[in-house]
């Protein structure tokens, strides 16, 4: 079933990207978001799980011309509002389990952003382990999800996910159980340095490098 979301945003026509943008900035600043990987990382090969339309995918190839960037999504219309340049650049659909065995160690960065609390609960585990298994050995991952707080502005993300999105998997998860996922997947030792993205605190980003597991 076609979501309210898709259909308003099919009438907007040649609007749809400006209002797209303004609606995303609501809930997170991509910009910052960008600003706090190139912080840490130079990455050579982006690989980024549930790259969606590419809205983060343009900040990425913007911030690493020379890199290497591969989107994937389970969605068919990946990367379909995606502006920036072409070359080294790939949109795939296939999950992240599926691309795990053909592409082992192949990233230097893997990003997963907004995605995990769309992701049915039972399968995020598996996630996790394919993005450790995709990434090389001194690899970072880039986790960055909405925390659970009983917050009127997580009421609203709530909202937006679920009856305009129209997703009847969206479940946020604590902070707590952020990092047992992680460490469930990269080891009790992983290292996590963690910060939060404007314009909420709810906007939680962990970066998990690879070499400590
Ligand atoms: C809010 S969008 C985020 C898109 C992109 N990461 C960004 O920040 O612009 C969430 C995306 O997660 C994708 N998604 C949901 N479940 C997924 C899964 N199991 N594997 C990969 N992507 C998934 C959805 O299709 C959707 O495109």
Redesign the pocket.
């Known amino acids: 079933m076609t979501s309210i979301g898709a259909t308003i945003r099919r009438a907007l026509g040649p609007y749809e990207r400006p209002v797209a943008e303004a609606y995303r900035r609501m809930f997170i600043n991509?910009d910052d978001l960008a600003a706090a990987i190139r912080q840490r990382i130079t990455p050579a090969r982006i690989l980024?799980?549930?790259?969606?339309e590419g809205?983060?995918a343009e900040r990425l190839v913007h911030d690493w011309p020379d890199a290497h960037y591969t989107g994937?999504?389970?969605?068919g219309h990946l990367g379909r509002m995606y502006a920036g340049p072409v070359h080294n650049v790939v949109f795939r659909q296939v999950?992240?389990q599926d691309l795990a065995p053909e592409a082992p160690g192949a990233f230097d960065l893997v990003v997963i952003?907004?995605?995990l609390h769309?992701?049915p609960t039972p399968?995020r585990p598996e996630?996790m382990t394919a993005a450790r298994d995709l990434l090389c050995p001194d690899g970072c991952l880039l986790i960055k999800d909405w925390a659970r707080r009983p917050t009127p502005i997580h009421a609203a993300c709530y909202a937006a996910d679920r009856y305009i999105g129209g997703d009847p998997n969206v479940r946020y998860m604590s902070l707590d159980e952020q990092r047992a996922l992680i460490h469930d997947a990269f080891g009790v030792n992983a290292q996590i340095e963690e910060c939060t993205i404007a314009p909420w605190r709810h906007n939680h980003a962990f970066f998990v490098t690879r070499t400590t597991f």
């Open positions: 991509l980024e799980i549930g790259c969606g809205a983060l994937i999504d389970i969605i999950t992240a952003n907004d995605v769309h992701v399968l996630i």
